[in-house]
């Protein structure tokens, strides 16, 4: 009888095969390496790994809706489930929409889990973004991942805009035919060419759909995803910025390494936000496209706003005023000036770090932080960009805001008018003087002490307050000489 054989140890086969591996490709050193990084513990650190995360939960539901999506603009008609629209006649596109939202299993709960997902992942963009911006980490050797954060930014809009715009329901024509469409007949010269070669004609026409399609789920994906690689390259081998601190240099990083802490740190927050975006899409309805019905030239709805993201353009459109130019017997119109100044935003932005390094003369590598107090002439300028952002937001709906408050539509465009050119001067006045007010208490600070609250008369009879000197710390930030209580 043969004797019995005991199953292989897991363990020890799994041991011999990565032993035969470093063998052949030696691996082990440079991985050892690899996994030994450090990366700093602060919070903010953990805004660009919400629009990983968030990107990531994109892919994974944009896959699932493509399955059931038919991007076509053939007439159709709906004999659905939804019986308010039964009878109607609409694009394949937006009976499909309303498939997936009423008839696909989990599909309304995938599709507003998806459009959550955008909004997040653009908003952790621009957080993001304020964190690096008002911190100095931008500055050399970094302008290269600024540029890649601010293309992000960029994509994302317009990724999230032609998304959004795929269904064809009324709120989604309306915002291309107001901002695509318009925009691009009132460009001189080119403007009638270039529309006829997105549309194919006259707006609707029959060919936007699948075109937007494939820019939303092939193209601009794949360009995010490669400038995420990039991004996460450039971080991973230029090693992390840091806050100034005790036993922080420009030579070093103090934090986690990247195992066990780091890598399982990361894997319980993205496990939280997926959580948080499954509450959202299961719990908070978004973008309704069967309330309004799909998109016909001849209607027009009220109180109609894109995402956040795009507001500040729909306001910037909204309060502009009616000024029109001649140019070689062409007429440039208002709207045109939206594109215009979006360009300039777009150029502006990734160029920032060019331009502060060559009126500063800052040419010095930079791998700690500054205090955004430090820096009152760039955090007065950050201010007064997003008072720039917030005016042309809350422009964007002065058609409700007229509505709620029981006021005049032209009263609210023309406080629009005069915020955008008045506000964003005096935020950055109000901002500079902050920082340097900031600065002069903590060298009040570091030349007096901290103050006490204990009032001291003198022998001459004058009241003053007592200061404790600033002591020593270890190298950890603690308090030398502390007494234990």
Request: aromatic fraction near 12%; glycine fraction near 10%.
């Amino acid at each position: 009888m043969s004797p019995k054989l005991s199953p292989p140890n897991i363990g020890e086969v799994l041991a011999r095969q990565a032993e035969d591996i470093d063998t052949r490709y030696h691996p082990s050193a440079a991985l050892r390496r690899q996994l030994n990084k450090v990366f700093p513990t602060h919070w903010s650190f953990l805004l660009g790994e919400i629009a990983l995360y968030s990107f990531v939960v994109l892919l994974i539901t944009g896959v699932y809706l493509t399955l059931f999506f038919d991007p076509s603009m053939v007439d159709v008609t709906y004999n659905g489930v939804y019986q308010p629209l039964r009878g109607v006649e609409m694009s394949r596109a937006y009976q499909s929409a309303l498939d997936i939202s009423f008839e696909v299993r989990g599909g309304l709960f995938v599709r507003q889990i998806h459009h959550w997902a955008a909004l997040m992942f653009a908003a952790a963009i621009m957080v993001h973004l304020a964190r690096i911006f008002f911190t100095g980490a931008f500055r050399r050797p970094r302008e290269t991942n600024w540029v890649i954060g601010s293309l992000l930014l960029i994509l994302a809009m317009f990724e999230g805009y032609f998304g959004y715009s795929l269904p064809d329901d009324l709120l989604s024509g309306l915002g291309l035919r107001a901002a695509l469409s318009s925009i691009t007949l009132g460009m001189p010269v080119i403007g009638t060419w270039l529309h006829w070669a997105l549309f194919g004609g006259d707006f609707p026409g029959t060919i936007l759909i699948p075109r937007l399609y494939a820019l939303h789920i092939l193209l601009l994906p794949g360009i995010i995803l490669a400038l995420i690689g990039l991004h996460l390259a450039l971080v991973w081998f230029q090693k992390h910025t840091q806050f100034p601190g005790p036993g922080r240099t420009e030579h070093n990083v103090v934090g986690v390494r990247v195992m066990p802490v780091f890598a399982f740190k990361s894997g319980a927050f993205f496990a939280a936000i997926v959580g948080v975006l499954g509450l959202m899409g299961g719990l908070l309805q978004i973008n309704p496209i069967w309330n309004l019905g799909p998109y016909k030239p001849s209607q027009v709805s009220a109180g109609s706003q894109p995402d956040f993201y795009m507001m500040w353009t729909e306001g910037l459109a909204r309060i502009w005023p009616p000024w029109e130019f001649y140019f070689w017997h062409h007429t440039i119109p208002a709207p045109v000036w939206v594109a215009v100044i979006m360009g300039l935003v777009f150029v502006l932005l990734p160029a920032y770090p060019f331009l502060e390094k060559r009126f500063t003369g800052d040419y010095a590598h930079h791998n700690l932080l500054q205090r955004p107090r430090d820096v009152p002439v760039r955090t007065a300028i950050g201010a007064m960009a997003i008072a720039f952002y917030m005016v042309l937001t809350l422009a964007a709906m002065n058609d409700i805001i007229a509505l709620k408050f029981h006021i005049s539509l032209n009263a609210t465009t023309w406080i629009g008018r005069i915020g955008m050119v008045i506000l964003p001067p005096f935020v950055y006045f109000i901002t500079y003087r902050w920082c340097i007010g900031l600065q002069r208490s903590d060298r009040s600070v570091l030349e007096h002490g901290v103050e006490t609250g204990i009032i001291k008369r003198l022998p001459h009879g004058a009241y003053i307050e007592l200061h404790q000197p600033l002591g020593p710390v270890d190298e950890h930030g603690h308090p030398l000489g502390r007494i234990a209580g």
